[in-house]
């Protein structure tokens, strides 16, 4: 299992907003696929697979709060 993170952004950034969702369970990804987008207070960013595979999971949905570090998706390889 491969887990993508949400990423550090900055140094004060804690708490991000997930602003759209681009896979579903099943999809197959490479690594330089989409898989969400997310928004802190001064930037937008757009969070890659970094690997390929398979997607197992998905961990959040649009609109959600998530947290620097939190697992957004998870991949099978």
Same mark, same amino acid.
């Given at each position: 299992m491969i887990? =993508?993170?949400?990423?550090?952004? +900055?140094?004060?950034t804690v708490e991000v907003d997930v602003v759209a969702v681009h =896979?579903?369970?099943g999809d197959?990804? #490479?690594p330089q696929t989409i898989v969400v987008e997310i928004q802190s207070e001064k930037a937008n960013f757009e969070v890659e697979? +970094?690997?390929a595979? =398979? =997607?197992k999971e998905v961990l959040v949905r649009e609109?959600? #709060?998530a947290r620097v570090g939190d697992v957004v998706v998870r991949l099978e390889q």
């Open positions: 887990d =993508v993170h949400i990423p550090k952004m +900055g140094m004060s =896979v579903s369970a197959r990804v #490479e697979a +970094g690997n595979g =398979v =997607v609109g959600d #709060e």
